[in-house]
């Protein structure tokens, strides 16, 4: 099998028990994070990708629904530079914002709630 042939596989190592994610364009700047809302205990994807322009598409994925990707909003253009981790319902990445007034690069620290699927902003 090529790599372009691979599909993105999550896996549950403990019951053995996997799914395959949706395939994304080919191409594309993208990138994934798995999240837990502890309260409805629910797996979600959140995707993130370059639509080919200057700006990025963010979509949510409840694991285990059936429902297919959904386009969520978020009030920051930005793109994550650093794995991520998921603490009591919040996922945590550090990500690059995109300034186009400025050569400067600013950094700040994600938290996205899983369970609401809002973004807010830590000056990083």
């Given at each position: 099998?090529?790599?372009?042939?691979?599909?993105?596989?999550?896996?549950?190592p403990v019951t053995g028990q996997?799914?395959?994610?949706?395939v994304g364009r080919e191409n594309?700047r993208c990138k994934s994070f798995?999240?837990?809302?502890?309260?409805?205990?629910?797996?979600?994807?959140?995707?993130?990708?370059?639509?080919?322009?200057?700006?990025?598409?963010?979509?949510?994925?409840?694991?285990?629904?059936?429902?297919?990707?959904?386009?969520?909003?978020?009030?920051?253009?930005?793109?994550?530079?650093?794995?991520?981790?998921?603490?009591?319902?919040?996922?945590?990445?550090?990500?690059?914002?995109?300034?186009?007034?400025?050569?400067?690069?600013?950094?700040?620290?994600?938290?996205?709630?899983?369970?609401?699927?809002?973004?807010?902003?830590?000056?990083?």
């Amino acid at each position: 099998m090529k790599y372009k042939d691979a599909m993105p596989v999550i896996c549950n190592p403990v019951t053995g028990q996997y799914a395959t994610l949706p395939v994304g364009r080919e191409n594309i700047r993208c990138k994934s994070f798995l999240g837990f809302d502890p309260i409805d205990n629910q797996f979600k994807v959140l995707r993130m990708h370059n639509n080919l322009r200057k700006d990025w598409d963010n979509y949510i994925l409840t694991l285990g629904t059936g429902n297919m990707w959904r386009k969520i909003q978020c009030p920051l253009t930005h793109y994550p530079v650093r794995e991520g981790i998921c603490i009591n319902g919040f996922l945590y990445y550090l990500a690059e914002l995109a300034d186009e007034l400025s050569d400067k690069k600013s950094y700040a620290i994600v938290c996205f709630d899983v369970r609401t699927e809002k973004f807010k902003f830590i000056d990083a």
